[in-house]
């Protein structure tokens, strides 16, 4: 009999209707999965993305198959935009986006939605490292930048690192808002770059960062590009393959450009250069091919702008500064770039400076002005032209108002007769103008400025904005190299000179000066028994090479004395070796420069052999500090004496607080009127210990770099 009580129950309570409804919500819901799976959205597309504002917004994806309709529907329009899906599933509408606004949302097929959607400008930064550098790897007063970075009117949209022999369609990447997290790893560039757009345009801004450090402009040019140029083919010689990047033409345009096309995009920041020191000549021609490039693919001659590297000890002589070139070159060899000098604000002993705030405000200065109509200064002095007028030069510059050396004598500022030999030069301003001269130059026809791998200049504009490193002359760069080779003969140095090269001469001073047409002709070994600072260089058919080879040798006492080393310094920082703290070599700014002696997680206990009793009046060394590389101040540095060599009386102890500090130093420790009668020296530097809990390498080995020990 039918039990009409439960009939009449709700159908929540009546078991048989709830298992119904249960299972129809189950269907829906895997239906719905199913659809969704079925869509999928080009790279670029995620909640809390940046559209371009006021242009058309291609939005593309893929469906299960071909032939299906595809109905896109935004929140600013009321018009659905539709499509179908071609025989490889792809699908792509095309959208009008209003100004600046939001947020938004974008339904496709009522399936996938991405919420917080903003329109604005989005800006694509690439490049190597210097790009890639961010917050969290070390920059200028960190702390306080990302504390301050939390802006859900800039976003963020990082391209993963990868490359690709073919072109492809897709990559795994979403946006996000920036907040203080996300700014720490982001770029560092790219992210003061929209900072100040942000800021001052008040409206949205996204960044695409796709960049990879250590690689060369051929990896992001099409290899077509590449493989067609008989120049721009040589790679295979100009790179070696380390395992970290990749090298092969056109891989990283392929895997890290290519899946954002037709994406629309403001423009492009770039910040590389610095591999392709290598290849300066070819980078010349390589760069402006490499930007055309990526217009082409975009179908836009959209604005790029770069940065133009800073001064750098690279090893190799004038290769930075012809990259420097190159780039001041693509200023004029293409339209609508722009070019941010930072000259002033580099580290010649750091390839990645610290200052990326300003490198990003400077390169937002040419969007600003170019783009936004802004009222702003975007460029320091750029060389134009020279004309010559009785035993002067005149330079003239574009953006030069204000014209000045900062501190009123010109630095790194050359000139040169027909002879090619540069002298360093006097100079006055006149608007926009430079006037350069030399006495004893009265036939004048070449200008450098800045122009070499670490010169820092001094030339700005009224808007505090330095000029960039130029040269009048285009002759061909001579960099037939001189090899020094200081021996110990009878504790004193002898130097030979040598060039693998077809020289005609071997030129030499030894005061520090520039060789010249009135240096020295190196003919046999010099002996010397006194400090010498050594410059030389060769002349190759009839011309000064650029490469001046030089040493910096301090004679005293302990000059070649011989060393006993308690603790083992590191095989990859031996210097010269079992004696290196006597080979009167002294240490540079530059943890890798060859003089200096390291040592991972150990004390360094070093007892120098004077030979005989004698008086010592003045101890002098020195210790590197480059935290950023995990090279520590000694915590306690202990120097005694002895006649006997067991016996030893302290002469002074120095402590060193455990402390963050920016930058590269060296402490010297200088012991001054001793008047000790000695034969034995002992310096004791203790390691800091592991790396402390506020520096990045917490917990890890820390190192102490000495050099050299002078004792008179």
Same mark, same amino acid.
């Given at each position: 009999?039918?039990?009409?009580?439960?009939?009449h129950?709700?159908?929540?309570?009546?078991?048989?209707?709830?298992?119904?409804?249960?299972?129809?919500?189950?269907?829906s819901?895997?239906?719905?999965?199913?659809?969704?799976?079925q869509?999928?959205?080009?790279?670029?597309?995620?909640?809390?993305?940046?559209?371009?504002?006021?242009?058309i917004?291609t939005?593309?994806?893929?469906?299960?198959?071909?032939?299906?309709?595809? =109905? $896109?529907?935004? @929140?600013?329009?009321d018009?659905?935009f *539709? #499509?179908?899906?071609?025989? !490889?599933? /792809?699908?792509?509408? +095309?959208?009008?986006?209003?100004?600046a606004?939001g947020?938004?949302?974008?339904?496709?097929?009522?399936?996938?939605i991405?919420?917080?959607?903003?329109?604005g400008?989005?800006?694509?930064?690439?490049?190597?490292?210097?790009?890639?550098?961010?917050?969290?790897?070390?920059?200028?007063?960190?702390?306080?930048?990302?504390?301050?970075?939390?802006?859900?009117?800039i976003?963020?949209?990082?391209?993963?690192?990868?490359?690709?022999?073919?072109?492809?369609i897709?990559?795994d990447?979403?946006? =996000? $808002?920036?907040? @203080?997290?996300?700014?720490?790893?982001? *770029? #560092?560039?790219?992210?003061? !770059?929209? /900072?100040?757009?942000? +800021?001052?345009?008040?409206?949205?801004?996204?960044?695409?960062?796709?960049s990879?450090?250590?690689?060369?402009?051929?990896?992001?040019?099409?290899?077509?590009?590449?493989?067609?140029?008989?120049?721009?083919?040589?790679?295979?010689?100009?790179?070696?393959?380390?395992?970290?990047?990749?090298?092969?033409?056109?891989?990283?345009f392929?895997?890290?450009?290519?899946?954002?096309?037709?994406?629309?995009?403001?423009?492009?920041?770039?910040?590389?250069?610095e591999?392709?020191?290598?290849?300066?000549? $070819?980078?010349?021609?390589?760069?402006?091919?490499?930007? *055309?490039?990526?217009?082409?693919a !975009?179908? /836009?001659?959209?604005p790029?702008y770069?940065?133009?590297?800073?001064?750098?000890?690279?090893?190799?002589?004038?290769?930075?500064?012809?990259?420097?070139?190159a780039?001041?070159?693509t200023?004029?060899?293409?339209?609508?770039v722009?070019?941010?000098?930072?000259n002033?604000?580099?580290?010649?002993?750091?390839?990645?400076?610290?200052?990326?705030?300003?490198?990003?405000?400077?390169?937002?200065?040419?969007?600003l002005?170019?783009?936004?109509?802004?009222?702003t200064?975007?460029?320091?002095?750029?060389?134009?032209?020279?004309?010559?007028?009785?035993q002067?030069?005149?330079?003239?510059?574009?953006?030069?108002?204000?014209?000045?050396?900062?501190g009123?004598?010109?630095?790194?500022?050359?000139?040169?007769?027909?002879?090619?030999?540069?002298?360093?030069?006097?100079?006055?301003?006149?608007?926009?103008?430079?006037?350069?001269?030399?006495?004893?130059?009265?036939?004048?026809?070449?200008?450098?400025y800045?122009?070499?791998?670490?010169?820092?200049?001094?030339?700005?504009?009224?808007?505090?904005?330095?000029?960039?490193?130029?040269?009048?002359?285009d002759?061909?760069?001579?960099?037939?190299?001189?090899?020094?080779?200081?021996?110990?003969?009878?504790?004193?140095?002898?130097?030979?000179l040598?060039?693998?090269?077809?020289?005609?001469?071997?030129?030499?001073?030894?005061?520090g000066?520039?060789?010249?047409?009135?240096?020295?002709?190196?003919?046999?070994?010099?002996?010397?028994?006194?400090?010498?600072?050594l410059?030389?260089?060769?002349?190759?058919?009839?011309?000064?090479?650029?490469?001046?080879?030089?040493?910096?040798?301090?004679?005293?006492?302990?000059?070649y004395?011989?060393?006993?080393?308690?603790?083992?310094?590191?095989?990859?920082?031996?210097?010269?070796?079992?004696n290196?703290?006597?080979?009167?070599?002294?240490?540079?700014?530059?943890?890798?420069?060859?003089?200096?002696?390291?040592?991972?997680e150990?004390d360094?206990?070093?007892?120098?052999?004077?030979g005989k009793?004698?008086?010592?009046?003045?101890?002098?060394?020195?210790?590197?500090?480059?935290?950023r590389v995990?090279i520590?101040?000694?915590?306690e540095?202990i120097?005694?004496?002895?006649?006997?060599?067991?016996?030893?009386?302290?002469?002074?102890?120095?402590?060193?607080?455990?402390?963050?500090?920016?930058?590269?130093?060296?402490q010297?420790?200088?012991?001054?009127?001793?008047?000790?009668?000695?034969?034995?020296?002992?310096?004791?530097?203790?390691?800091?210990?592991?790396?402390?809990?506020?520096?990045?390498?917490?917990?890890?080995?820390s190192?102490?770099?000495?050099?050299?020990?002078?004792?008179?």
């Amino acid at each position: 009999m039918p039990d009409f009580q439960n009939d009449h129950l709700p159908a929540q309570s009546n078991p048989l209707i709830m298992r119904k409804i249960i299972l129809s919500l189950v269907l829906s819901c895997i239906f719905l999965t199913q659809l969704q799976a079925q869509l999928r959205l080009g790279a670029p597309f995620s909640d809390h993305m940046v559209l371009q504002r006021n242009s058309i917004a291609t939005i593309w994806g893929w469906s299960e198959g071909g032939n299906s309709t595809i =109905e $896109v529907k935004v @929140s600013w329009s009321d018009e659905v935009f *539709s #499509a179908r899906s071609n025989h !490889f599933s /792809k699908w792509q509408v +095309e959208i009008p986006t209003p100004d600046a606004g939001g947020p938004y949302q974008i339904n496709i097929n009522n399936s996938i939605i991405l919420k917080d959607v903003l329109i604005g400008e989005v800006w694509l930064a690439s490049g190597q490292s210097n790009m890639q550098w961010s917050a969290n790897a070390g920059i200028d007063n960190a702390e306080e930048a990302i504390k301050n970075a939390n802006n859900d009117q800039i976003r963020f949209l990082y391209v993963p690192r990868t490359g690709a022999e073919s072109p492809q369609i897709d990559i795994d990447c979403k946006w =996000e $808002v920036c907040t @203080s997290k996300t700014m720490a790893s982001f *770029s #560092a560039v790219a992210y003061f !770059f929209g /900072k100040t757009l942000q +800021e001052d345009l008040d409206i949205p801004i996204g960044l695409i960062h796709s960049s990879w450090g250590g690689t060369s402009a051929e990896v992001w040019t099409p290899k077509e590009i590449i493989n067609s140029d008989p120049e721009f083919s040589n790679w295979e010689t100009v790179f070696n393959s380390n395992g970290y990047q990749p090298r092969e033409p056109g891989v990283l345009f392929n895997a890290m450009i290519t899946p954002l096309i037709p994406f629309d995009i403001a423009g492009v920041i770039w910040y590389q250069g610095e591999t392709n020191s290598a290849n300066p000549f $070819v980078y010349r021609r390589l760069f402006p091919a490499m930007i *055309s490039s990526w217009r082409e693919a !975009f179908d /836009k001659e959209f604005p790029f702008y770069y940065v133009q590297l800073a001064p750098f000890n690279y090893g190799h002589p004038m290769v930075g500064a012809l990259v420097q070139e190159a780039q001041l070159k693509t200023m004029s060899a293409i339209e609508n770039v722009g070019m941010a000098v930072i000259n002033d604000i580099g580290n010649v002993n750091d390839i990645h400076p610290q200052n990326k705030k300003d490198v990003g405000k400077r390169l937002a200065a040419w969007a600003l002005n170019k783009n936004y109509g802004k009222q702003t200064t975007c460029s320091g002095p750029i060389y134009q032209s020279m004309e010559k007028q009785g035993q002067s030069l005149v330079i003239h510059f574009k953006y030069a108002d204000g014209l000045h050396f900062k501190g009123g004598t010109p630095k790194e500022l050359l000139i040169a007769g027909p002879d090619g030999h540069f002298l360093p030069a006097k100079a006055k301003t006149d608007n926009d103008k430079l006037i350069v001269s030399h006495e004893d130059i009265k036939d004048p026809a070449y200008v450098r400025y800045a122009f070499s791998n670490t010169s820092v200049g001094n030339l700005y504009n009224a808007a505090g904005l330095p000029a960039s490193p130029f040269r009048t002359d285009d002759r061909s760069i001579v960099l037939t190299t001189v090899d020094i080779d200081i021996k110990q003969e009878n504790r004193q140095p002898v130097i030979h000179l040598s060039t693998n090269e077809n020289a005609e001469a071997i030129i030499y001073t030894l005061d520090g000066s520039v060789p010249g047409a009135d240096a020295a002709k190196y003919s046999t070994p010099l002996t010397k028994s006194e400090s010498f600072h050594l410059k030389a260089r060769a002349i190759v058919n009839g011309r000064f090479s650029e490469a001046i080879a030089e040493k910096n040798f301090l004679f005293s006492k302990s000059t070649y004395a011989p060393v006993k080393l308690e603790s083992n310094y590191s095989e990859y920082y031996a210097a010269s070796g079992q004696n290196a703290l006597t080979d009167g070599l002294l240490g540079s700014l530059a943890y890798n420069d060859g003089n200096w002696q390291g040592y991972i997680e150990s004390d360094i206990i070093a007892t120098i052999d004077l030979g005989k009793i004698q008086k010592v009046k003045r101890i002098k060394t020195q210790f590197l500090r480059d935290q950023r590389v995990w090279i520590f101040l000694p915590s306690e540095v202990i120097i005694a004496y002895s006649i006997d060599g067991k016996n030893y009386e302290l002469v002074d102890t120095h402590k060193n607080q455990l402390i963050p500090m920016e930058g590269i130093s060296i402490q010297e420790i200088d012991l001054a009127g001793l008047n000790k009668k000695a034969r034995f020296i002992r310096i004791t530097a203790k390691n800091a210990g592991p790396c402390p809990d506020w520096h990045p390498g917490a917990g890890g080995k820390s190192w102490v770099f000495m050099d050299e020990v002078l004792i008179d």
